[in-house]
């Protein structure tokens, strides 16, 4: 069976501080992967998107990037983090346009 | 551009039936779905619609009209566990989901 992992879940870092998200699946091969934020009471904002190794589609600008080293690893990272970084983290993959499986997720405050 | 509209917030009593309206406005359209999530939570997937009609699935089911553009999530039997955020998300080509706020659903003895 497939399953998501995510970590760390929980992180607390200083304004200006760096950022590494790690997200592993298992199970599948080729899935497509998406990092998602979902700040207090709104909706998942969709961050950055991969279909294949190395390929990364970036949906907002901001000062955050994604990495997709290995086929099942996936990568959210910052160089310098803002307060308004702060939020709830979200990998999740699917085949095709179907369901989204998401991991625990990794709940960041800049402070 | 692109919008997703749910209600912020719902209260129903154990026992009952609910619906949690959705309406949207997409540039494209390649599928709705209806998550869970409890707080602190990651969602989880409960349904999904890509023609006009009712899809059932145990003590939920989810309707849509792509017509209106309109879409809803109902819940039988309610239970405290039921007690969630539940998102509308919609598939706007591609690889692009994208969700509502989420409408927190309380049910009450």
Known sequence: ?????????????????????????EGTSNP??????????RGLQLLFYSVGIGQISSEVPQNLSAS???????????????LSDSGFYL????????????????????? | GQNIDQPTEMTATEGAIVQINCTYQTSGFNGLFWYQQHAGEAPTFLSYNVLDGLEEKGRFS????RSKGYSYLLLKEL???DSASYLCAV?????KTIFGAGT????KA
Not at chain 1, 1 to 25: D, K, M, R
Not at chain 1, 32 to 41: E, H, I, K, T
Not at chain 1, 92 to 111: C, I, K, P, Y
């Open chain 2, 104 to 107: 927190r659903l309380f049910v």
């Open chain 1, 32 to 41: 497509n992967l998406y990092w998602y934020r979902q700040a207090a009471g």
């Open chain 2, 79 to 81: 239970q405290m566990k």
């Open chain 1, 68 to 82: 997709r080293p290995q086929d099942r690893q996936f990568i959210l990272s910052s160089k310098k983090l803002l």
């Open chain 1, 1 to 25: 069976s497939q399953t998501i992992h995510q970590w760390p879940a929980t992180l607390v870092q200083p304004v200006g501080s760096p950022l590494s998200l790690e997200c592993t699946v």
């Open chain 2, 91 to 95: 598939n706007t080509g591609g690889f």
């Open chain 2, 62 to 65: 989810s309707f849509l009209s």
């Open chain 1, 91 to 111: 990998c999740a993959w699917n085949v095709d346009t179907g369901e989204l499986f998401f991991g625990e997720g990794s709940r960041l405050t800049v402070l």
